[in-house]
C-alpha cells in the first residue's frame, strides 16, 4: 500500500497491490475448461473502463470458489477474439470502455530492454511493430510478458510470425500520429500455421 500525493503534499488516494492469496492463477491452465463453482456475478459500473468483453456483468472469485477441471469438451474453442482491424486503432484509441484485440504480422523487433521505472523498479520491456499490409501499430511488451515473447520469437521456426495481441490498450504518443498498443493479457506467436 503506498499513497498518493499531491503536489502540495496532501494525500489524494491510496494505491494497493492485491495477492492472489488463494492462487487461483497456478490452479486454470489456457485452453482448458473448467467447472468453476461459489462464485459472484457482479454488474460493472457505468463509468468502468477498459474492459475485456462486451458485457455489463463479470465473475468475481472468493475464498469460497472451488475449480475442477471438466473433462471431454471439445467443442469450446480454446481462444475467442474480436479483432479489431489496425486501421481502426485511431477510433479506438478514444474509447476506453473495452480492451480490444489485434492481429498482424511481425516486424522490426527490438532487442529486450531493460530500466528503472518512476519508482525505482527494475522494469524490462521489448518493442515491434505488427501490420496487416495496409497499416502497422507498435507494440510494446514489459516485464514478463516481454521475455516470454522474446523467447518465442526467437525459437520460431516458420516466417512470417503471426502475432495475436488479446486484451490491450491502444495509446496515442501526444505530438504524432503513432499508434502503441500495451497493457495486454496474452500474446500469441503462431510459430506452427
Known sequence: MWQQMSHNAEIVGMNFIFADALQFE??????????VQRIFV?????MQIFICFE????????????????????????????????SGLMEAATENRYLIDVVGILQQVGPITEFTNRRNQQQSSIHFTITD??????????????????????????HPIIVIIAS????LDRGSLTT??????????????
Open 26 to 35: 497456478n490452479l486454470l491452465s489456457e485452453g482448458e475448461t473448467y467447472d
Open 180 to 193: 502503441r498498443l500495451f497493457s495486454c493479457l496474452y500474446t500469441f506467436a503462431m510459430l506452427k500455421y
Open 168 to 171: 490491450c490498450r491502444v495509446h
Open 42 to 46: 457482479r454488474r460493472y459500473p457505468d
Open 133 to 158: 499490409m495496409h497499416d502497422s501499430a507498435q507494440v510494446v511488451l514489459h516485464n514478463d510478458l516481454a521475455h516470454t515473447f522474446h523467447t518465442e520469437i526467437q525459437n520460431a521456426v516458420r
Open 55 to 86: 458485457s455489463d456483468i463479470y465473475i468475481q472469485l472468493n475464498h469460497m470458489t472451488e475449480i475442477f477441471v471438466t473433462e471431454g469438451v471439445d467443442i469450446i474453442p480454446a481462444q475467442v477474439f474480436d479483432f479489431t482491424a489496425l
